[in-house]
């Protein structure tokens, strides 16, 4: 892997730490749950061949700080941050981008608020859960959620959450939640992979208290997303068909009459196909 550029961009209520490579028209990749900047490691440097491949933390998330750390978080609020990283590293042109499970919600409503700034989005698993029939058997599973984490604790939490996402929003049955495999010790890691889990179990508290209320809870403006949707390309991972993440990509691509793209792996096929899954995102970008 090459060493990308940095930089800090201020932005109202925080600063974001981004990374850039290569060389052409931007490419802009929005990471989701707690992957930040490094999630996209696996498949930059291949898309740097094509493009300038801008990636970063969402506010709030590993290196991008934010000014109060209690602020509330919002989507619109969030995609305004990508925006503003269009405008710096774009300016003059409309850009392609990428987002992935909260990130691609963000981008939705980047492409709905301003899509002259968009070429193209590739919107990987979006968990807009409530633009689906049964929307309110999700918030009862995000409000199991929240309950858990505050009377349990964070990993039980996480164990209700991860349950609920492979089963497609149906929480498990009361009694011991299933716990998340550990991420090895630091110690157990090369030194740039120990530092990206550390930033990861350090960011959950964060991502699961703030960011999944917030963003589970968006619902799109469907007639302005279906009026751009020549524009965007919906897509799921080829392991996760059922499961709640994937659903509301597919019933969005029935909805607006557009094949659904499918990416190697589940939810997380970034990390665990980067090769394959950055074939198929070049090719999204290039029809």
């Known amino acids: 892997m090459s060493a990308p550029t940095t930089g800090g961009l201020r932005v109202p209520g925080a600063t974001l730490y981004y990374e850039v490579r290569g060389r052409g028209p931007l490419l802009l990749l929005i990471p989701g749950g707690t992957g930040g900047a490094a999630a996209f490691d696996g498949v930059a440097d291949a898309l740097a061949a094509e493009y300038t491949v801008a990636s970063y933390d969402p506010r709030g998330l590993s290196r991008s700080s934010l000014d109060e750390p209690e602020a509330g978080q919002s989507v619109a609020e969030h995609a305004e941050d990508a925006l503003r990283l269009l405008d710096l590293l774009s ?59 505050e009377a349990e604790g964070l990993m039980p939490a996480m164990g209700v959450f991860a349950a609920g996402l492979r089963s497609d929003g149906d929480a498990p049955a009361p009694g011991p939640a299933p716990v998340p495999a550990p991420t090895p010790a630091p110690a157990e890691l090369p030194p740039h992979a120990a530092a990206r889990a550390e930033r990861t179990m350090g960011d959950l508290p964060y991502f699961l208290g703030r960011i999944v209320p917030g ?59 980067p090769a394959e899954f950055g074939g198929v995102l070049r090719q999204a970008f290039a029809s």
């Open 215 to 273: 963003f589970m809870a968006y619902s799109p403006d469907l007639e302005r997303l279906e009026a751009v949707s020549d524009r965007l390309v919906l897509a799921g991972g080829r392991d996760s068909r059922g499961e709640l993440p994937y659903r509301p990509a597919a019933y969005l691509a029935e909805r607006f009459g557009r094949e659904l793209l499918h990416f190697p792996g589940g939810h997380t096929g970034l990390t665990t196909h």
């Open 91 to 149: 300016p003059g042109e409309p850009a392609r981008v990428f987002g992935s499970s909260s990130g691609a919600i963000a981008a939705l409503h980047l492409l709905t608020a301003r899509p002259e700034r968009l070429v193209r989005l590739v919107a990987h698993e979006p968990p807009v859960v409530e633009v689906l029939p049964d929307a309110p058997a999700h918030r009862a599973f995000l409000a199991r959620v929240r309950d858990t984490l």
